[in-house]
């Protein structure tokens, strides 16, 4: 009985074939994990060297910017005149999965107002001024029994007489609004006599004193995720400020 060499050549030549295509998957692998590895890294140098230029900030001024891009300026940015030493970076990176860094401060409120009934005599208005950069920001309002008034923003209507109700007491109402760069102007009317409202208006677009959160989104280049597409968070209230990764 005669062997077929032939057929017995081509099975070895594909299990070769095989073994070196198996290889190569399980090392173009292994390259992509020291690849993200070395990304993570990367990142992570970078995320503390900016967490030690805002520190620098807050050392100097008293509060941690508002942007991140603030760190590279040489004049000072709107309420951080006073100590400015910029700038404190020479650049702002992106992440090394080409993604700029986010950084967030905590809200700021940036006015509010006093508990003002109207004793007697017609409805006045209350007018009040308060700066901030231009941007979204959120209007509260905590209202006992005032029913007859709008609520201006720089010359808008920002929350209706109709939105106004006698319950429960007190009504809370809350409205995303936009601010305008440097001054801005609030006014409505006092009501009944008794009746009043206390409101405020809070962001993030002023400094803050408190704390900042700065990070990369890692591979996925969106929030959340595990292994190399979680998040890389610096949070400055903690220690050691980066955060666990899942």
């Given at each position: 009985?005669?062997?077929?060499?032939?057929?017995?050549?081509?099975?070895?030549?594909?299990?070769?074939?095989?073994?070196?295509?198996?290889?190569?998957?399980?090392s173009l692998k292994l390259v992509g994990n020291v690849l993200q590895k070395a990304k993570?890294?990367?990142?992570?140098?970078?995320?503390?060297?900016?967490?030690?230029?805002?520190?620098?900030?807050?050392?100097?001024?008293?509060?941690?910017?508002?942007?991140?891009?603030?760190?590279?300026?040489?004049?000072?940015?709107?309420?951080?005149?006073?100590?400015?030493?910029?700038?404190?970076?020479?650049?702002?990176?992106?992440?090394?999965?080409?993604?700029?860094?986010?950084?967030?401060?905590?809200?700021?409120?940036?006015?509010?107002?006093?508990?003002?009934?109207?004793?007697?005599?017609?409805?006045?208005?209350?007018?009040?001024?308060?700066?901030?950069?231009?941007?979204?920001?959120?209007?509260?309002?905590?209202?006992?029994?005032?029913?007859?008034?709008?609520?201006?923003?720089?010359?808008?209507?920002?929350?209706?007489?109709?939105?106004?109700?006698?319950?429960?007491?007190?009504?809370?109402?809350?409205?995303?609004?936009?601010?305008?760069?440097?001054?801005?102007?609030?006014?409505?009317?006092?009501?009944?006599?008794?009746?009043?409202?206390?409101?405020?208006?809070?962001?993030?677009?002023?400094?803050?004193?408190?704390?900042?959160?700065?990070?990369?989104?890692?591979?996925?280049?969106?929030?959340?995720?595990?292994?190399?597409?979680?998040?890389?968070?610096?949070?400055?209230?903690?220690?050691?400020?980066?955060?666990?990764?899942?």
């Amino acid at each position: 009985m005669k062997r077929n060499n032939k057929g017995i050549w081509l099975v070895e030549i594909l299990v070769v074939v095989l073994i070196i295509f198996i290889l190569a998957i399980i090392s173009l692998k292994l390259v992509g994990n020291v690849l993200q590895k070395a990304k993570v890294v990367s990142a992570k140098a970078q995320i503390a060297q900016l967490a030690q230029a805002l520190e620098s900030v807050k050392d100097d001024t008293g509060y941690y910017p508002v942007f991140l891009s603030n760190l590279i300026q040489g004049n000072p940015p709107k309420l951080q005149e006073k100590g400015w030493r910029g700038p404190y970076v020479r650049e702002v990176p992106s992440d090394p999965w080409g993604v700029p860094y986010f950084y967030q401060i905590p809200p700021t409120t940036l006015w509010n107002s006093p508990a003002l009934p109207r004793e007697h005599g017609k409805p006045d208005t209350y007018t009040a001024y308060f700066e901030s950069y231009a941007g979204k920001a959120i209007l509260r309002i905590e209202n006992y029994g005032v029913t007859a008034c709008d609520i201006t923003l720089n010359g808008v209507v920002v929350v209706h007489e109709w939105e106004f109700k006698n319950n429960p007491r007190p009504q809370i109402i809350e409205k995303e609004v936009t601010l305008q760069e440097g001054n801005n102007v609030i006014a409505w009317a006092r009501s009944k006599p008794g009746d009043f409202l206390v409101a405020s208006i809070s962001a993030s677009l002023v400094p803050s004193r408190e704390y900042f959160i700065l990070g990369s989104y890692g591979k996925n280049k969106v929030g959340g995720g595990k292994g190399f597409d979680a998040d890389i968070v610096w949070d400055s209230r903690t220690y050691p400020n980066f955060q666990p990764q899942p």
